[in-house]
Every structure is written in structure tokens, then in C-alpha cells.
């Protein structure tokens, strides 16, 4: 059984935390370590299968090293090894893919769909999607490097929709997140936020006829939308570092990777 100490880590927030905990309960069989490693492959599965298909791996070779390299991730405890002060958890994880598929070529074994486990099923739409992006930066000439890396941002960019979208649902304002999101812009983006300030000045006229709402409180509903956006994409981002002192940091470098084409 789990020490205490691991126990409660379960239940923290860092992903640091979260594979730690799963590493150190999954030598015991504890369901929970399968549910951690499931829920890692939801997370990261795109930045790493991107990442492998423009190494020239094929789709279904990339699949499975994708979700064999969770499992090897947990049952080796390689990240119980890893130095968390050295680099962000994105480094890691890119780092221990690439040591995974060289040790993978050198043994002449890849494991099929993560040993027979079902537990991150790639579904279609997602594979089209990401098959797309592969195509995006096979015509840009990305590097694998770079195409983790965007994929990596847009995957912290879309958990903060998602949560954003959830919270404004269980107030009952799913029609007035719907109706806003058009508004939100990247942080430190102010070019961007400047040209949707002024493209906006007429809309909140005709938006708030549409939604019964006076354009003066629409103005201090983006205010708002727009600052729990940054609020939650903050703790997005402060999720995958060591250090909360990095966090603006690394925020910038992601809306950089996004930015350049």
C-alpha cells in the first residue's frame, strides 16, 4: 500500500506530482497509478505522437510508441529519477521520449498499444486532427522539436477553454461564454489585443442587443472573461514547472512558439 505521503500526492495539483505518485503506487498495483497514467496519455499524447510522426514514424507505429512510452514511463519510474530543478516538465517528458525510442530501435521491441492497454484510446477525430497538424509542419518544414512544443502550448491553451468553458456552464452562462470567447487573446499579446478592442467597439452594440445585455456591462464581462482566462492558463502553466517564479517565463516563451510561423 501507498505511504501517506504518496497517498496525498495523488490529489496535488503539479504533473511532477502526478506521475511521481503514479510511479511509486503503481508497484503495488494501485488502481489509482493506472488512472494517473491514463489520465497523463489524455494530456500529452498529441505533443508526442506529433512529435514522432515527424521523425517520419508511421500513424500506427507512433500510436503505439506513444502509449507504450506511458507505460514504460511509469513501470520503470524514470521519472522518479529525473532532477525536477533541471528544465520543465515538457523537457522531460520530450527527453524521455527520445532516450524510450532509441532504446525501443536498439532492442527491436515495440510493445502494441502500450502492451495491450486500453487505457488512452486515440480516437479518430483526434488522430485526423493531429494527422493535420503533421501536415502543417511537414509544409512549414518544422522541426520535431517545434512542432512538440506548439502542440504542447495549444494543449495548455485548450485545457484553459475547457476549464474556463465548465466554469462559466455551472454558472449557468454557457450562451455568454459562447457569446465572448472571440475576445480572448493571448497574454502579452497587445497588438492583438489592441486591433480586437477597436474591432469590438460596434459588435458589443450588436451583441447586446442580441443577448438583452447593456454594451457596458458586455465591456465588463470580457474584462472579466479575460482575466480568468490569464488567471487559469497561469495555473495551467504553473502546473507543469518546478518553480512558481518561472511561471512568467515560460508563459512568454509558449506565446512566442505560438506566434512564429
Same mark, same amino acid.
Given at each position: 500500500?501507498?505511504?501517506?505521503?504518496?497517498?496525498?500526492?495523488?490529489?496535488?495539483?503539479?504533473?511532477?506530482?502526478?506521475?511521481?505518485?503514479?510511479?511509486?503506487?503503481?508497484?503495488?498495483?494501485?488502481?489509482?497509478?493506472?488512472?494517473?497514467?491514463?489520465?497523463?496519455?489524455?494530456?500529452?499524447?498529441?505533443?508526442?505522437?506529433?512529435?514522432?510522426?515527424?521523425?517520419?514514424?508511421?500513424?500506427?507505429?507512433?500510436?503505439?510508441?506513444?502509449?507504450?512510452? *506511458?507505460?514504460? !514511463?511509469? =513501470?520503470?519510474? #524514470?521519472?522518479?529519477?529525473?532532477?525536477?530543478?533541471? @528544465?520543465?516538465? %515538457? $523537457?522531460? +517528458?520530450?527527453?524521455?521520449?527520445?532516450?524510450?525510442?532509441?532504446?525501443?530501435?536498439?532492442?527491436?521491441?515495440?510493445?502494441?498499444?502500450?502492451?495491450?492497454?486500453?487505457?488512452?484510446?486515440?480516437?479518430?477525430?483526434?488522430?485526423?486532427?493531429?494527422?493535420?497538424?503533421?501536415?502543417?509542419?511537414?509544409?512549414?518544414?518544422?522541426?520535431?522539436?517545434?512542432?512538440?512544443?506548439?502542440?504542447?502550448?495549444?494543449?495548455?491553451?485548450?485545457?484553459? *477553454?475547457?476549464? !474556463?468553458? =465548465?466554469?462559466? #456552464?455551472?454558472?449557468?452562462?454557457?450562451?455568454?461564454? @459562447?457569446?465572448? %470567447? $472571440?475576445? +480572448?487573446?493571448?497574454?502579452?499579446?497587445?497588438?492583438?489585443?489592441?486591433?480586437?478592442?477597436?474591432?469590438?467597439?460596434?459588435?458589443?452594440?450588436?451583441?447586446?442587443?442580441?443577448?438583452?445585455?447593456?454594451?457596458?456591462?458586455?465591456?465588463?464581462?470580457?474584462?472579466?472573461?479575460?482575466?480568468?482566462?490569464?488567471?487559469?492558463?497561469?495555473?495551467?502553466?504553473?502546473?507543469?514547472?518546478?518553480?512558481?517564479?518561472?511561471?512568467?517565463?515560460?508563459?512568454?516563451?509558449?506565446?512566442?512558439?505560438?506566434? #512564429?510561423?
Amino acid at each position: 500500500m501507498p505511504t501517506a505521503p504518496a497517498e496525498a500526492a495523488l490529489f496535488a495539483s503539479t504533473r511532477w506530482t502526478l506521475v511521481l505518485a503514479a510511479a511509486a503506487t503503481a508497484v503495488d498495483g494501485d488502481p489509482r497509478a493506472s488512472q494517473a497514467l491514463a489520465e497523463l496519455c489524455r494530456i500529452y499524447w498529441r505533443p508526442l505522437y506529433l512529435f514522432l510522426r515527424r521523425q517520419g514514424i508511421q500513424s500506427e507505429d507512433a500510436q503505439d510508441l506513444t502509449q507504450s512510452f *506511458f507505460v514504460e !514511463l511509469i =513501470e520503470s519510474q #524514470a521519472c522518479v529519477r529525473a532532477d525536477r530543478t533541471k @528544465g520543465r516538465f %515538457r $523537457s522531460f +517528458l520530450l527527453g524521455a521520449l527520445k532516450h524510450f525510442v532509441a532504446d525501443t530501435r536498439d532492442r527491436a521491441r515495440t510493445q502494441k498499444r502500450g502492451g495491450g492497454a486500453s487505457f488512452a484510446p486515440l480516437d479518430d477525430k483526434g488522430l485526423a486532427e493531429a494527422e493535420a497538424q503533421v501536415a502543417r509542419a511537414n509544409r512549414f518544414a518544422w522541426s520535431g522539436e517545434r512542432i512538440f512544443e506548439r502542440e504542447w502550448a495549444l494543449s495548455l491553451l485548450h485545457r484553459t *477553454f475547457r476549464r !474556463l468553458e =465548465e466554469e462559466y #456552464a455551472l454558472a449557468g452562462k454557457r450562451s455568454l461564454f @459562447g457569446a465572448l %470567447r $472571440s475576445h +480572448l487573446t493571448l497574454p502579452g499579446n497587445a497588438s492583438a489585443t489592441t486591433t480586437t478592442e477597436i474591432a469590438t467597439v460596434e459588435s458589443y452594440k450588436a451583441l447586446a442587443q442580441k443577448l438583452g445585455r447593456p454594451a457596458v456591462t458586455l465591456r465588463s464581462d470580457v474584462a472579466r472573461l479575460r482575466a480568468r482566462f490569464r488567471a487559469i492558463l497561469r495555473e495551467e502553466v504553473r502546473d507543469t514547472i518546478e518553480r512558481a517564479d518561472d511561471v512568467d517565463e515560460e508563459l512568454k516563451y509558449l506565446c512566442a512558439v505560438l506566434a #512564429a510561423e
